[in-house]
Each structure stands twice: as structure tokens, then as C-alpha cells.
């Protein structure tokens, strides 16, 4: 019997570090690639007529991810530029660093997204409150892996 079933997994690592370089929290959380990430990755196996991913946010609410959402519920600053994209098989990562004053806050959300506004989300997280400071600096991975399940 042929198995065609594919189970996408997203992985956040989310470090935050003080001024003087002491890591504050560190945690590991799980995501949903929501409906419109869904129909994102599809689109891009028939073309790149989609931008690629190209930001994350964080924000304050802690509204449980749905799959048809398509934006953070409530944005703490603005979409960030990831810092780096990799892609090693069937894993891909992404990188966003938000520095001393961006970000700031009881963040209890994240996402990603393919614009610095509007645009496609492809998942987002809900987590307990990652309190960051006005001087720390917070590091999110965010690993997505395709697997046949």
C-alpha cells in the first residue's frame, strides 16, 4: 500500500537575552501552519508567483492559533526581516532576531509571514508570556519539517 500522507511540524526555539549578554528564558514551543500557509506552500510547487517568507512578528494575544487565521492577533512593534533562511532537505528554518526596543513586551504569540505587511502567514504560535524588555534581545528559530507521517 502507498502512504501519500504528509505531516508538516514547526518547532520555535526562543532565546531572550539581557544587556549584558545573560540568557534570560529559553524555550522550545510547537506551532500551527495555518489554512493560508497551507495553500502558500502549495501554490509555491507550481511556480514562484508567491513572495517567499520573508518576516516574523510576535504579539500579545493569547487567542488560541485557529487554522484560518491570517494575521497575529495584536502586533507588539512591526513585522521584522528574518535574519536568515535555510533550507536542508525537507527542513526549513528561519531566523529573526528582535533587538533592544523591537518587539517589546508580554509576548504571547508569533508568526511568519512572505511581506512586511499584509501578504500570506504561513503559521503561527500562541505560548505562555516571553516577557522582553526594552534592552533585551530575543532570537526565535523556527524550524518547519515536512515528513511523510
Same mark, same amino acid.
Given at each position: 500500500m502507498i502512504n501519500d500522507n504528509i505531516k508538516l511540524v514547526g518547532n520555535? /526555539?526562543?532565546?531572550?537575552v539581557d544587556s549584558s549578554g545573560n540568557v534570560k528564558e529559553?524555550?522550545?514551543e510547537k506551532n500551527?501552519?495555518?489554512? %493560508? *500557509?497551507? &495553500?502558500y506552500i502549495a501554490s509555491r510547487m507550481k511556480d514562484t508567483s508567491e513572495t517567499a517568507m520573508s518576516h516574523m512578528a510576535v504579539g500579545s494575544d493569547s487567542t488560541a492559533a485557529a487554522a484560518g /487565521? #491570517? /494575521?497575529? *492577533?495584536?502586533?507588539? &512593534?512591526v513585522r521584522e526581516a528574518l535574519d536568515s533562511?535555510?533550507?536542508?532537505? %525537507?527542513v526549513t528554518t528561519y531566523v529573526?532576531?528582535?533587538e533592544a526596543?523591537?518587539?517589546t513586551g508580554a509576548i504571547t504569540e508569533a508568526g511568519i509571514f512572505n511581506a512586511s505587511t499584509s501578504g500570506t502567514m504561513l503559521c503561527r #504560535?500562541?505560548? %505562555?508570556?516571553v516577557n522582553k524588555a526594552a534592552d533585551d534581545t530575543m532570537t526565535i528559530t523556527w524550524t518547519i519539517t515536512l515528513s511523510a507521517s
Open positions: 520555535l /526555539d526562543i532565546t531572550v529559553k524555550r522550545k500551527l501552519v495555518v489554512t %493560508a *500557509g497551507l &495553500g /487565521d #491570517t /494575521d497575529l *492577533g495584536s502586533i507588539l &512593534g533562511t535555510t533550507v536542508a532537505g %525537507a529573526s532576531s528582535f526596543g523591537e518587539g #504560535t500562541v505560548f %505562555a508570556t
